[in-house]
């Protein structure tokens, strides 16, 4: 069984541009978790999509955005980068929300110049 | 929103001792306790968890206690062996959704 798949691994993006990074669930998990992992803030939530919809969402600018497919797959956008962005973004799955157990992919590392 | 405390953030322990880590937590509505390990480049992964129905828990030379009442939960890895060295993270969530808020992190060395 696959897990879950994070595209890109890395990227570096300049102050101002936008990036849009990529999640594959594992086959059958309808809940996609994201997160941002900096060393200064640790783990941080930043939303949750089951079933194409929005569950949950953490205390983030609305520069960051996200959605889910019908396929479970995700996206999450982030505009307007700032430094400060910098960091590595975990997408987490599970089977459905409030099930327990999150999945982690092995995050897309983002470096913003 | 919930608040989850780690202590202590960095633990050196000799292979063979016990290793232990403590966290608290804010909001009595959180019912699911998880531990993540991450080593070094990868990704978290949950190496044991707890409900809220539950106070105890098992599995091999791991265990996790849960005190309700004074909102905390530990971590216990018993006989330590150089491959438990990594970072553990604490977490706790709500009834709803799979909002996890993490601890700090506390990072484990086990010397040889």
């Known amino acids: 069984k696959a897990g879950v798949t994070q595209t890109p691994r890395y990227l570096i993006k300049t102050r101002g541009q936008q990036v849009t990074l990529s999640c594959s669930p594992i086959?059958?998990?309808?809940?996609v978790s994201w997160y941002q992992q900096t060393p200064g803030q640790g783990l941080q939530f930043l939303f949750e999509?089951?079933?194409?919809?929005?569950?949950n969402k953490g205390n983030f600018p609305g520069r960051f955005s996200g959605r889910q497919f019908s396929n479970s797959r995700s996206e999450m956008n982030v505009s307007t980068l700032e430094l400060g962005d910098s960091a590595l973004y975990l997408c987490a799955s599970a089977v459905g929300t409030n099930t327990g157990e999150l999945f982690f992919g092995e995050g897309s590392r983002l470096t913003v110049l | 929103g919930e608040n989850v405390e780690q202590h202590p953030s960095t633990l050196s322990v000799q292979e063979g001792d016990s290793a232990v880590i403590k966290c608290t937590y804010s909001d009595s509505a959180s019912n699911y306790f998880p531990w993540y390990k991450q080593e070094l480049g990868k990704r978290p992964q949950l190496i044991i968890d707890?409900?809220?129905?539950?106070g105890e828990k098992k599995d091999q030379r791991i265990a996790v206690t849960l005190n309700k009442t004074a909102k905390h939960f530990s971590l216990h890895i018993t006989e330590t062996q150089p491959e438990d060295s990594a970072v553990y993270f604490c977490a706790a969530t709500e009834a709803a959704g799979n909002k996890l808020t993490f601890g700090g992190g506390t990072r484990v060395l086990v010397k040889p």
């Open positions: 086959s059958g998990h309808r809940s």
């Open positions: 707890i409900r809220s129905n539950v």
């Open positions: 999509y089951f079933s194409e919809t929005q569950r």
